[in-house]
């Protein structure tokens, strides 16, 4: 299970430079926010996912949290609609 957390890490962070977003999540502090709800995540609205809370922001400590799919679709709708003028 660590080993398939580790690689999630990976190509998390991977993803993060591709798209030029700051990264200063550690594996530490990667592995302690699933502590106990990795099994949680998956693909429906309900599951959990890792999401930025602002946009504006990079994937740093204090702004990412577990969060709903849901959840991170609105704040990421809101950010697309405040860049866009909406």
């Known amino acids: ?11 998390h962070r991977s993803q993060a430079q591709y798209r030029n977003e700051d990264y200063t999540l550690t594996w530490e502090s990667w592995e302690n ?3 106990g709800t990795w099994h949680l995540r ?6 959990l ?9 990079g994937w740093h ?5 577990i969060m709903t799919r849901r959840e991170h679709f609105d704040i990421r709708k809101a950010y ?7």
């Open 80 to 86: 697309n609609a405040k860049r866009r003028g909406l």
């Open 61 to 65: 400590d204090h702004n990412v949290e």
């Open 49 to 57: 996912v890792l999401g930025r809370v602002d946009w504006d922001q």
């Open 42 to 47: 998956g693909k429906t609205s309900r599951d």
């Open 33 to 35: 926010l699933w502590q």
């Open 1 to 11: 299970m660590r080993r398939e957390l580790y690689y999630a890490y990976l190509k």
